[in-house]
């Protein structure tokens, strides 16, 4: 990542970095971009550009079960249920228990119309979860969550919003100018947020109504 700091000598905009970015000398690169030397009446003013090594985190890979199957009967009926609206859909599916944690469960639907039932950008997925966490509610389970994912897809969009973010954030560095993202769910939206929540210069906020909103990456540092 590329961050930029100003002081009156090299060393002061030095230390202000390893400061505001929590890193030790050797953990970044140092270019000096303006260097002014002070007079009598005059301050110095060192603008330098900072590039840190570290490689953006990548998304945290769930567990697979080895045995995945209904542990009891809250999950048979949310798996027999996922499996009747898709067949209401007009496919044919397998769904399996993907992963277990503390209110939430994931289930993996195999399937050969798999790239119909996940949609454009995942929004018929993002439909049909709705729905079986609208039955997950009825069956008195509101505080579970359901995630529903196939062909891997909820990790493959994780992945690719996360470099979208860091090179969104790149670009509006660069440029000065604000980018809006494309529409996005609460989940992905969030991901976006968490990515760059981290980076001092960046300011990200969500614009519109709906459950597709969009993200708005915008440049807070010193121009």
């Known amino acids: 990542m590329v961050h930029e700091f100003e002081g009156r000598t090299e060393k002061e905009a ?10 030790e000398r050797d953990g970044f690169d140092v270019e000096i971009l303006e260097s002014l030397t002070g007079g009598i009446f005059k301050k110095g003013k ?17 567990q697979v079960l080895e045995n995945p199957v209904p542990a009891d ?8 249920f996922t499996k009747q609206v898709i067949a209401g859909m007009g496919y044919e599916s397998e769904v399996e228990i993907l992963f277990r944690e503390e209110k939430k469960l994931g289930i993996r639907i195999e399937s050969a119309n798999a790239s119909i039932i996940i949609g454009k950008k995942g929004k018929n997925l993002d439909a049909l979860q709705l729905l079986v966490n609208v039955y997950a509610g009825r069956l008195g389970r509101e505080d579970t969550r359901i995630i529903l994912d196939s062909e891997n897809y909820r990790i493959r969009r994780e992945e690719s919003l996360v470099r979208l973010a860091y090179d969104t954030a790149e670009q509006v560095r660069r440029t000065r100018h604000s980018v809006l993202l494309e529409p996005m769910n609460p989940f992905e939206r969030r991901i976006v947020h968490t990515t760059l929540n981290d980076i001092v210069d960046i ?3 969500s614009e519109g109504d709906g459950l597709y909103k969009q ?9």
Request: hydrophobic letters at 40%; proline letters at 4%; charged letters at 40%.
């Open 14 to 23: 030095i230390d202000a970095a390893a400061a505001e970015l929590g890193l």
């Open 46 to 62: 060192v603008r330098i550009r900072v590039h840190t090594r570290d490689e953006a985190p990548a998304p945290r890979r769930r």
């Open 73 to 80: 009967e809250f999950e048979s009926r949310i798996l027999e």
């Open 203 to 205: 300011e990200t906020k």
């Open 215 to 223: 993200v708005r990456v915008t440049f807070r540092g010193k121009i």
